[in-house]
């Protein structure tokens, strides 16, 4: 029976690595010649990677502190965990939805501001209440920019709390349009999501295209008192642009995780340390899934979320298979099966996909693979990485 080795670079939770059978797995902070490396935050790019690591698992979304094309290059897929911290993120946004509709936070900053001792505390709170009388949410319409993982959930818990939704999303996954509540409506631009919300939430990665997604022109498109929320990243909306849309009242709120250096002090600005993915289960979560993941490509040579490599699912019908991960150039595959077919493998089943310039093959032979016939694999030009993977 085959057995694994572990290492990890970072505390990952313990909910993730007990998915690791220990009859079959050694999981720990110093294994030597690693089959996978768990990480999460750890910078692994000045790091001597060892020749035996056949994967990357990192219990998180971003993927920036690992060397993922040096990886590519020799064959390495780096696995992460989308969407694992959806729920935390959707459960921060609806925060904040309630705080900006309910004045909640210059609230606060007015009871901190009475004397305890002042004779008449009472007719002060009773007086002082009713600059900060707020809204319901019922019937306002919250307008998505971004309907993934978590702007999906939010467009959810949005309908389930009587708002009316508009989204709009360009390149929405299949996955996530079927996930997503019948009722939201589809917006055909950003424009069009600026001119028809109460409350704007925005759910897009940071690339270049989204840099300032949020800026002068799309702010002077929104109704007056508009809230604006970005639990994204800081560079999809134009801070100073923001600041000047609140001073002329067309935004009423901006709630944000990011607390750029113009936002902070801004009175109708609420900002947070950067608290979106900040629970015990978003990180529980994210160990589970690339746990599982890693598991699956060490097992049986499958592939799910990851960043580098295409996604690549084949039923074992057959204990003997072999995964290689090859440039993606014409004639490889007809280059593999010869190989084989010189070695006296018989194809039972074989996949094959591309993602950009990496492809990756799964073949099901009849018979057990030699180390002979694994070499001749690698051999082959544009051939970055082979593996016999006998059933367990
Ligand atoms: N505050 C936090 O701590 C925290 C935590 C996790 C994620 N995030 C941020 O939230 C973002 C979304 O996360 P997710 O898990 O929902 O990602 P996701 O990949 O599931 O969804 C992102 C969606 O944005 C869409 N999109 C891309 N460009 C767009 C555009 N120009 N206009 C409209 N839609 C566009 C994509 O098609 C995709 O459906 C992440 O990229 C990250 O920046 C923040």
């Known amino acids: 029976m085959a057995s694994f080795r572990i290492l990890t670079l970072n505390q990952i939770s313990a909910h993730g690595l007990h998915r690791f059978p220990a009859a079959r797995y050694t999981v720990g902070k110093s294994v030597d010649r690693p089959d996978a490396i768990l990480v999460r935050s750890h910078d692994m790019h000045a790091m001597a990677i060892p020749a035996s690591v056949r994967a990357i698992g990192r219990a998180g979304a971003g993927t920036n502190n690992i060397p993922i094309a040096a990886l590519s290059a020799r064959g390495v897929p780096v696995f992460n965990a989308p969407g694992a911290n959806a729920n935390a993120v959707k459960e921060l946004v609806l925060t904040a939805l309630l705080i900006g509709a309910r004045n909640v936070v210059p609230a606060l900053r007015y009871v901190e501001g009475l004397d305890p001792e002042a004779a008449d505390l009472e007719a002060r709170i009773e007086e002082g209440k009713k600059q900060f009388a707020g809204v319901e949410l019922p019937g306002r319409t919250l307008g998505i920019i971004g309907l993934g993982a978590i702007g999906g959930l939010v467009a959810d818990i949005a309908i389930k709390l009587g708002m009316k939704a508009i989204g709009f999303d360009p390149e929405i996954t299949v996955d996530a349009a079927w996930r997503l509540p019948s009722s939201v409506r589809k917006a055909h631009s950003i424009d069009e999501v600026m001119k028809h919300a109460d409350f704007v939430t925005l759910h897009v990665p940071l690339l270049p295209v989204t840099r300032h997604l949020i800026d002068a022109r799309r702010l002077a498109l929104a109704r007056p008192g508009t809230v604006l929320l970005n639990f994204s990243r800081d560079a999809i909306v134009d801070d100073a642009a923001v600041v000047a849309a609140l001073g ?62 295409p996604n690549v699912e084949m039923e074992r019908e057959s204990p003997h298979r072999v995964a290689i991960a090859n440039a993606n150039v014409p004639n490889m595959l007809g280059q593999i099966s010869s190989a084989m077919a010189k070695a006296g493998l018989n194809i039972h089943n074989m996949v094959n996909r591309s993602r950009g310039e990496m492809a990756y093959t799964l073949v099901d032979v009849e018979s057990p693979v030699g180390d002979a016939v694994v070499r001749a694999i690698a051999g082959i030009g544009g051939v970055l990485s082979v593996r016999a993977i006998p059933a367990a």
């Open 248 to 309: 002329a009242g067309r935004l009423r709120y901006y709630l944000t995780d990011f607390p750029g250096p113009a936002l902070i002090g801004q009175p109708n600005v609420v900002a947070l340390p950067h608290l979106g993915a900040s629970t015990a289960e978003a990180e529980d979560n994210s160990a589970v899934m690339v746990v599982d993941q890693v598991r699956e490509f060490l097992e049986h040579g499958t592939i799910a979320n990851s960043v580098n490599f």
